[in-house]
Each structure stands twice: as C-alpha cells, then as structure tokens.
C-alpha cells in the first residue's frame, strides 16, 4: 500500500522567510495530493491540493510542487507570519485508496 | 460556510464500555470517512462510507467498531468494548465525491479511555 513519508518533523523560521516541507509517496498511481494545516486541539484544514496533471500551484504565499518521476512533493510558505504556526500534514491518494498521511511537520514562525 | 460538526467534543468513558461518535457531514455530501488521531501521532484512516455501506477500511477498523447512518444526516461511529488504545482524537469527514475529492474534517471527539 501507499507509504507517505514528511520531513522535517519540526521546523523553525524566521517571521518573514520561507518554510518548505517535503513529502515522498511509494505509489506510482497516486495522482492527488492535499496539506492540511492543523492547529493545536483543532480540526485539520485543506489549505491546498494538487493533482497528478499539474507540476506547480500557487494561492497567495502558499505553493506546492510535485515531482512525479521523483515522487515528491513540497509545500512552500513564503513570507511565514506566526499564525503559520501549525502542524502540517502532506498525504497521499490512488484510485480507490484511503488518504494516506504523513507523519506531519511542526513550524514555528518565531517574530 | 457549511461544515463538519461532530458530538460530543469529549468523552471519558471506562474500558469494556460502549461509545457512539456522532457527526453530521455537510449536507450535499455523498462520502462521509471515519479518521483517529492518537496525541501527537499522523491522522490515520479508519473506514469510509457510502451508499449506506463501507466502502473501505483499514487494519484499525476491527470487529469492535461500526458505522452506521441512522438517518439523513447523522453519521456514528461505535466502539463496542473501549481499550485503553482506543484513547485518541477522532475526526470524522466528509467529500462530494469519492476519496480523491477534498475531504472536510470535523472538529473531532476526543476520546478517553480509562
């Protein structure tokens, strides 16, 4: 089955760099690929998504890449404020399958 | 904006007790998935549902649990006899359309199990 792996596991930046967090995927056949963000005691939120026929997507300061031959994908946040402060969660899907989540990735934007 | 709602927030329950997780998926929605969060660990899948019945599960998902929805807009999750590794946060979801499709998380219900 599917296997995501993320990393870092925690990150800390500067208020104002960018952050970057990568995510592999074992599955050739997984064609979408959402991040959520998840605040301490709070529900996950799709922050955004990318499908298999796309290589980049932008929403304001929040981008993802996907590397299909490699099998990656990245999260970038430029410009970080401290509300980016989350735990990030990169996941994975092929056909059928369930979502299948990375292990997250806790940022700290320090001001 | 509609949302994911689920109840109760929190549960303490004694071990070998039955609990019943209630959620109501958005409205339109046609695919409704059942996650457990154990503190401090990734979210993982338990089952998914649709047309009435499981359309997926996971090793999680034994015999002690089940989903039912008792009517047109509740979605239950039931462990049947509590363990202690039953302690977790559990987030139900929702999606238009099938797993592919952007899932929407409820706030969750975390679970005790004593």
């Known amino acids: 089955g599917e296997n995501v792996e993320q990393h870092p596991s925690t990150l800390s930046v500067q208020e104002g760099d960018s952050a970057v967090i990568k995510c592999t995927y074992s599955?050739?056949?997984?064609?979408?690929f959402p991040w959520y963000k998840q605040e301490l005691g709070k529900r996950p939120q799709l922050i955004i998504d990318?499908?298999?026929?796309?290589g980049e997507k932008k929403d304001q300061r929040i981008a993802v890449t996907l590397n299909k031959t490699a099998k990656h994908f990245s999260l970038h946040i430029t410009e970080t404020q401290p509300e980016d402060s989350a735990v990030y969660f990169c996941?994975?899907?092929?056909?059928?399958?369930?979502?299948?989540f990375g292990k997250g990735t806790r940022l700290s934007v320090i001001a | 904006e509609p949302e994911v709602t689920q109840t109760p927030s929190h549960q303490v329950t004694q071990m070998g007790q039955e609990v019943i997780l209630r959620c109501v998926p958005i409205?339109?929605?046609?695919?409704f998935y059942w996650y457990r969060q154990i503190l401090g660990q990734k979210v993982e899948f338990l089952v998914s549902?649709?047309?009435?019945?499981?359309?997926?599960k996971s090793e999680i998902f034994d015999d002690q649990f089940s989903v039912e929805r008792p009517d047109g807009s509740n979605f239950t999750l039931k462990i049947r006899s509590t363990k202690l590794e039953d302690s977790a946060m559990y987030f139900c979801?929702?999606?238009?359309?099938?797993?592919?499709?952007?899932?929407?998380f409820g706030p969750g219900t975390r679970l005790l199990v004593l």
């Open positions: 979801a929702s999606s238009e359309q099938g797993m592919g499709e952007t899932q929407y």
């Open positions: 996941a994975a899907h092929s056909g059928n399958t369930p979502l299948v």
């Open positions: 990318i499908r298999s026929n796309v």
């Open positions: 409205s339109n929605h046609l695919y």
């Open positions: 549902f649709y047309n009435n019945e499981i359309s997926e």
């Open positions: 599955d050739s056949a997984s064609n979408y």
